[in-house]
């Protein structure tokens, strides 16, 4: 099974920007569709983007798209996620999370295999 960690959450002002990083490790983690999802308080955890693992095909949800970006480097195993022109609305805990051979995204999150520990985002007003 794959292992995430997560790193570049913070505090940021709306308008503002991040970027996400997800180092992935174990074996076959080539084999993974990842992706990212969040939870606010209050709120279901909700899918936000991710890439399929053999195509790299990628998917967003309504309320993201054109404002962030996923990419992935398979040199380093590593995820990421851009996120510009940031909204309070996207405050929340970010979650890694893989799916072994995933091919199309949102995945149920009871499909997904691994998740990281998650990153803190808060975008203020």
């Known amino acids: 099974q794959v292992q995430l960690v997560e790193s570049g959450g913070g505090l940021v002002q709306a308008g503002g920007s991040l970027r996400l990083s997800c180092a992935a490790s174990?074996?076959?983690?080539?084999?993974?569709?990842t992706g990212w999802f969040r939870h606010a308080p209050g709120k279901e955890r909700e899918f936000v983007a991710g890439?399929?693992?053999?195509?790299?095909?990628?998917y967003y949800s309504d309320s993201v798209k054109g404002r962030f970006t996923i990419s992935r480097d398979n040199a380093k195993n590593t995820l990421y996620l851009q996120m510009n022109s940031l909204k309070p609305e996207d405050t929340a805990v970010y979650y890694c999370?893989?799916?072994?051979?995933?091919?199309?995204?949102?995945?149920?999150?009871?499909?997904?295999?691994?998740w990281g520990q998650g990153t803190q985002v808060t975008v203020s007003s």
């Open positions: 174990g074996r076959s983690s080539s084999n993974y569709a």
């Open positions: 890439i399929t693992w053999s195509a790299g095909i990628t």
């Open positions: 999370a893989a799916a072994l051979y995933g091919n199309r995204w949102p995945i149920p999150k009871t499909h997904i295999d691994s």
